[in-house]
């Protein structure tokens, strides 16, 4: 199996010492760099995680608005 490993980088320094910092309102992940201290939000849930894939062994909510 391949798995992708994001890095998340400092958009500022580039640093990968970043640590998380709670979750926007959107629920986006959010980071701190370590090294310059600069807040911000980092990539969005990949499809990975779309709701149409959690289904698993059961019924998936199909929804047909
Ligand atoms: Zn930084």
New binding site residues.
């Given amino acids: 199996m391949l798995s992708k490993t994001v890095v998340h980088q400092?958009r500022?320094?580039g640093?990968a010492r970043l640590r998380k910092n709670g979750h926007a309102d959107n629920g986006a992940q959010q980071a701190k760099?370590l090294?310059?201290g600069?807040t911000f939000t980092l990539s969005p849930k990949g499809p990975r995680y779309d709701q149409r894939f959690k289904g698993a062994g059961g019924s998936p909510p199909t929804r047909t608005a």
Avoid: D, V
């Fill in positions: 400092c500022r320094g640093s760099c090294e310059c600069r």
